[in-house]
T-cell receptor, first 115, second 112 residues
Framework: AAGVIQSPRHLIKEKRETATLKCYPI?????VYWYQQGPGQDPQFLIS???????DKGSIPDRFSAQQFSDYHSELNMSSLELGDSALYFC??????????????FGPGTRLTVL | GIQVEQSPPDLILQEGANSTLRCNFS?????LQWFHQNPWGQLINLFY???GTKQNGRLSATTVATERYSLLYISSSQTTDSGVYFC??????????????FGPGTSLSVIP
């Protein structure tokens, strides 16, 4: 079965640079979520989109922005990168509008290292 | 916001042993999921279980929503079960910051 696809899988950036992470949800899933997981920590919810509209916002810094496109893929844009942004970034998708439950399925993650 | 606790924080098992992991949450939840994060960082869905009991092979889970806890049972543990087990909940009374809350995880090491 198709899973959530994230690219790139690894990314190395310098401080103050920008980065764009991409997420391709499971086909026919209408909701995308972004999470950040620092070393030794649990994943923290950043932001979610339902049917291409922002639906919930968590602990996403103002330097970050995200959107969901007409084909339902999503991009997380990160600017003025800081050392503390080094983390594993997960995308998850679910079929919130079509199924009674809202089980989230996670992608493999993008490991971002800021030097 | 909703608080999620997991116990024990760390667990070392001999291969073949059984274990029970617990997740407590402070408020009513719409959704509850158990995940296994393997040593390579992948988050693998184990159970979607806002209430009731489910089984999948050597794993089973029970959520008692009225008492605000969930249990994950691992039987006949194998070395490939090693990793961190997370419980994640979506609260009923949620603010934007409570969309989905992960517990701190239980780190499991299964030794041969």
């Amino acid at each position: 079965a198709a899973g959530v696809i994230q690219s790139p899988r690894h990314l190395i950036k310098e401080k103050r640079e920008t980065a764009t992470l991409k997420c391709y949800p499971i086909p026919r899933h209408d909701t995308v979520y972004w999470y950040q997981q620092g070393p030794g920590q649990d994943p923290q919810f950043l932001i979610s989109f339902y049917e291409k509209m922002q639906s919930d916002k968590g602990s996403i810094p103002d330097r970050f922005s995200a959107q969901q496109f007409s084909d339902y893929h999503s991009e997380l844009n990160m600017s003025s990168l800081e050392l503390g942004d080094s983390a594993l970034y997960f995308c998850a998708s679910s079929s919130r509008g079509r199924l009674p439950d809202n089980e989230q399925f996670f992608g493999p993650g993008t490991r971002l290292t800021v030097l | 916001g909703i608080q999620v606790e997991q116990s024990p924080p760390d667990l070392i098992l001999q291969e073949g042993a059984n274990s029970t992991l617990r997740c407590n949450f402070s408020d009513s939840v719409n959704n509850l999921q158990w995940f296994h994060q393997n040593p390579w960082g992948q988050l693998i869905n184990l159970f979607y279980i806002p209430s009731g009991t489910k089984q999948n092979g050597r794993l089973s889970a029970t959520t008692v929503a009225t008492e605000r806890y969930s249990l994950l049972y691992i039987s006949s543990s194998q070395t490939t079960d090693s990793g961190v087990y997370f419980c994640a909940v979506e609260g009923v009374r949620k603010t934007s910051y409570d969309k989905v809350i992960f517990g701190p995880g239980t780190s499991l090491s299964v030794i041969p």
